[in-house]
């Protein structure tokens, strides 16, 4: 049983920063890919940055937002800048091993403006 437990989510002003961290269970070695979608209320899930074999971003958050691994700690990251009110939104961290696709309880951002 892989466990995702997302932290550093929080309340921001518009223009702020936050970091949100991901611990996986196990080492991060063993999954294909890992990363961040968000779902805001009333509208679906969507991905925000996805790191396999190439790492990429929706385009609304392209430039502010970044993903890193940090194999060491079994850990995934999303640092977020320049955060809007449309970022507003649970984020959920998810990782893929095998067939399987794991996700995390998410982690609630608010930005206010």
């Known amino acids: 049983q892989v466990q995702l437990v997302e932290s550093g989510g929080g309340l921001v002003q518009a223009g702020g920063s936050l970091r949100l961290s991901c611990a996986a269970s196990r080492n991060i070695f063993s999954f294909n890919a890992m990363g961040w979608y968000r779902q805001a209320p009333g509208k679906q899930r969507e991905l925000v940055a996805g790191?396999?074999?190439?790492?990429n971003y929706a385009d609304s958050v392209k430039g502010r937002f970044t993903i890193s691994r940090d194999n060491a700690k079994t850990t995934v990251y999303l640092q977020m800048t320049s955060l809007k009110p449309e970022d507003t939104a649970v984020y959920y961290c998810?990782?893929?091993?095998?067939?399987?696709?794991?996700w995390g309880q998410g982690t609630q951002v608010t930005v206010s403006s």
């Open positions: 790191s396999g074999g190439s790492t």
């Open positions: 998810y990782a893929d091993g095998g067939l399987m696709r794991y």
